[in-house]
């Protein structure tokens, strides 16, 4: 299969799709922060980190900024690149739909179970979907996790799958659109790719995201991060200290679930699919949120009513706080091409709530209704 390296086939959780899992091969170059911070070498370690970073008059992250350097390298990024199983549909596919996970997530977020795809969903609405391990994430490279893997870095390689797709190096597909779909830290990249690079992605959804991350220091210690080598050491045991998981299943509840408005097989499917994210990226996270003033085309927010990350647990007050992000982030877009929408019952982890079809099926009309 072209572009891909180690390709094998598989079919999505409710066979809508058919998709090809593979490497790519990214080659990405941009500025990093120097960050001023060593390997924590225990968990006790760790933990103050954090609890100093948000304590009363920190001076953590500026203390942490040593400078600039540039970064660059070819990084082996996995994913699945999914196409409708539908004959009819597959033949006349146009859209490729780049799906970007959070923090403690991996690809699989967009394909849990059937009734819990989003890949089938967009499959069965007649859309190509890629869904990718971000670096540090998966079967993705892990590289230094305080240095290397940051958020500046993200956004460079997910410009540099849009090439791509564009290009036509990748599956050897004629796509004639390129959108982006993403969640949580996910829909932060999303920003930055289209604040710095926005002719790379024809329509744009943000999943799970909100403009603002005044909640950041409740969501990370709710989070509890812990180093995940030490947390499980049967999956993470060889990566350095300074990569870390969600703590435990009430860490993971309390932040992206609410109860009870989700089934507990998927939710305990989510657990036990928690994944890597880094120190790198918690100290840069938002260095890549600027506005992506030259960007014209479609933008549609989703985000759970709950959603405890950007919203605090509520979405809709005192107003509804999606309706924020167009003219803060995205002024150049017009209204009759914008729309957000509020998943009822829903938390953060949008595609694990027992609502996610509304969601799938708000994003892929609002696709349709804009010619994609």
Same mark, same amino acid.
Request: charged share 15%; net charge negative; with cysteine.
């Given at each position: 299969?072209?572009?891909?390296?180690?390709?094998?086939?598989?079919?999505?959780?409710?066979?809508?799709?058919?998709?090809?899992?593979?490497?790519?091969?990214?080659?990405?170059?941009?500025?990093?922060?120097?960050?001023?911070?060593?390997?924590?070498?225990?968990?006790?370690?760790?933990?103050e980190i954090f609890q100093e970073l948000f304590q009363a008059?920190?001076?953590?992250?500026?203390?942490?900024?040593?400078?600039?350097?540039?970064?660059?390298?070819?990084?082996?990024?996995?994913?699945?690149?999914?196409?409708?199983?539908?004959?009819?549909?597959?033949s006349v596919v146009r859209t490729i739909e780049i799906l970007?996970?959070?923090?403690?997530?991996?690809?699989?977020?967009?394909?849990?179970?059937? !009734? *819990?795809?989003?890949?089938? $969903? @967009?499959? =069965?609405?007649?859309?190509?979907? #890629?869904? /990718?391990?971000?670096?540090?994430?998966?079967?993705?490279?892990?590289?230094?996790?305080?240095?290397?893997?940051?958020?500046?870095?993200?956004?460079?390689?997910?410009?540099?799958?849009?090439?791509?797709?564009?290009?036509?190096?990748?599956?050897?597909?004629?796509?004639?659109?390129?959108?982006?779909?993403?969640?949580?830290?996910?829909?932060?990249?999303?920003?930055?790719?289209?604040?710095?690079?926005?002719?790379?992605?024809?329509?744009?959804?943000?999943?799970?995201?909100?403009?603002?991350?005044?909640?950041?220091?409740?969501?990370?210690?709710?989070?509890?991060?812990?180093?995940?080598?030490?947390?499980?050491?049967?999956?993470?045991?060889?990566?350095?200290? !300074? *990569?870390?998981?969600?703590? $435990? @299943?009430? =860490?993971?509840?309390?932040?992206? #679930?609410? /109860?009870?408005?989700?089934?507990?097989?998927?939710?305990?499917?989510?657990?036990?699919?928690?994944?890597?994210?880094?120190?790198?990226?918690?100290?840069?996270?938002?260095?890549?949120?600027?506005?992506?003033?030259?960007?014209?085309?479609?933008?549609?927010?989703?985000?759970?009513?709950?959603?405890?990350?950007?919203?605090?647990?509520?979405?809709?007050?005192?107003?509804?706080?999606?309706?924020?992000?167009?003219?803060?982030?995205?002024?150049?877009?017009?209204?009759?091409?914008?729309?957000?929408?509020?998943?009822?019952?829903?938390?953060?982890?949008?595609?694990?709530?027992?609502?996610?079809?509304?969601?799938?099926?708000?994003?892929?009309?609002?696709?349709?209704?804009?010619?994609?």
């Amino acid at each position: 299969m072209q572009g891909f390296r180690n390709a094998n086939l598989l079919n999505s959780a409710g066979k809508q799709a058919i998709c090809v899992n593979g490497d790519i091969s990214i080659s990405a170059s941009t500025t990093n922060a120097i960050l001023n911070l060593s390997s924590p070498t225990t968990q006790y370690n760790a933990t103050e980190i954090f609890q100093e970073l948000f304590q009363a008059g920190s001076t953590s992250i500026q203390r942490a900024l040593g400078g600039a350097r540039t970064v660059q390298g070819t990084y082996r990024i996995n994913g699945n690149l999914c196409v409708p199983a539908d004959p009819a549909k597959r033949s006349v596919v146009r859209t490729i739909e780049i799906l970007t996970h959070g923090v403690g997530l991996e690809k699989s977020y967009w394909d849990i179970a059937p !009734g *819990y795809s989003y890949v089938d $969903d @967009a499959a =069965a609405a007649g859309y190509a979907t #890629f869904a /990718y391990d971000r670096l540090g994430v998966g079967q993705s490279d892990h590289p230094d996790p305080i240095q290397e893997v940051q958020a500046a870095l993200e956004v460079e390689i997910l410009h540099g799958l849009a090439q791509l797709f564009r290009a036509k190096k990748i599956g050897g597909h004629g796509f004639t659109s390129v959108v982006g779909v993403g969640h949580s830290f996910g829909s932060i990249l999303q920003v930055g790719a289209n604040s710095r690079y926005p002719k790379d992605f024809d329509g744009v959804v943000l999943t799970a995201f909100a403009n603002t991350l005044t909640n950041l220091p409740y969501t990370i210690l709710a989070n509890d991060p812990s180093i995940a080598a030490l947390n499980q050491p049967s999956r993470f045991g060889t990566l350095p200290y !300074g *990569y870390l998981v969600h703590n $435990d @299943a009430i =860490a993971i509840q309390e932040v992206f #679930f609410r /109860y009870p408005y989700f089934d507990p097989a998927i939710f305990q499917n989510q657990v036990d699919r928690k994944d890597t994210y880094t120190f790198g990226e918690e100290f840069t996270i938002g260095a890549v949120l600027t506005a992506a003033t030259a960007y014209t085309g479609p933008l549609s927010v989703v985000t759970g009513v709950y959603d405890f990350p950007f919203c605090l647990g509520n979405c809709a007050y005192p107003d509804n706080q999606l309706a924020k992000v167009k003219p803060a982030l995205y002024p150049a877009v017009d209204s009759s091409k914008s729309d957000v929408y509020l998943v009822p019952e829903n938390g953060h982890y949008i595609n694990a709530h027992k609502s996610a079809g509304k969601a799938f099926a708000h994003i892929n009309g609002f696709l349709a209704k804009n010619g994609f």
